[in-house]
């Protein structure tokens, strides 16, 4: 597997997870999913607010990229978010149809990638307002390392307030 298949590996199993956290999260009602649970963004739904606005704030900083991915068009009528603990959507219903939507982009945006882009450097600027520039393909693996980590949490917090999420590994898509 190359890195570009690995990318669209990973865009696809991004897709298949919140399908599935969001189905068991449906599940929970409005009280239940903004409880505040000890976690480090508080709630279920804060957690997934954090995550969908964080995969926000590095889509638009990915749209930057010189290969210019009409994939990534569509984010630039979203605001960047300022914070990554505000409660964009304060319901699940909204939440999950964004991410739904937002998932679809990834996965265009993941097929349109192509071996040279990863080897080029992206400059962006942190949510600070720091300046930064790194090598592209570590930045995509960032991206998506950090969706994985988030979504173990909320099923951690699922699981907690007794809904299952099933199967998570990835070994599950691969043939």
């Known amino acids: 597997m190359n890195r570009t ?35 480090f963004f508080g709630s279920i739904i804060g957690t997934l607010n954090h995550l969908t ?4 704030v590095w889509l638009k ?8 991915y009409a994939a990534l068009t569509p984010l ?4 960047t978010p300022q914070r990554l603990d505000r409660l964009a959507f304060a319901n699940i ?23 040279p882009h990863l ?6 600027h942190n949510m600070q307002g720091v300046a930064a520039e790194k090598n ?10 950090h969706q994985t980590h988030h979504r173990g949490q909320v099923t951690t917090l699922l699981t ?3 809904r299952d999420v099933g199967d998570t590994d990835l070994i599950g898509l691969v043939e």
């Open 93 to 115: 219903r909204e939440l999950q149809a964004h991410r739904a939507w937002l998932d679809q982009v990834i996965l265009d945006w993941a097929q349109a990638i192509s071996e």
């Open 136 to 145: 592209f393909y570590s930045l995509v693996t960032h991206f998506f390392n």
């Open 61 to 68: 900083r990915f749209a930057q990229h010189p290969a210019g």
């Open 5 to 39: 298949e690995h990318i669209s590996l990973m865009a696809t199993y991004n897709q298949w997870m919140n399908l599935k956290i969001y189905e068991a999260a449906r599940e929970l009602s409005d009280e239940a999913l903004l409880a505040d649970r000890g976690a």
């Open 53 to 56: 606005l964080g995969d926000r």
């Open 76 to 79: 630039s009528t979203l605001d």
């Open 160 to 162: 907690q307030a007794g």
């Open 119 to 124: 080897d080029q450097r992206l400059r962006y």
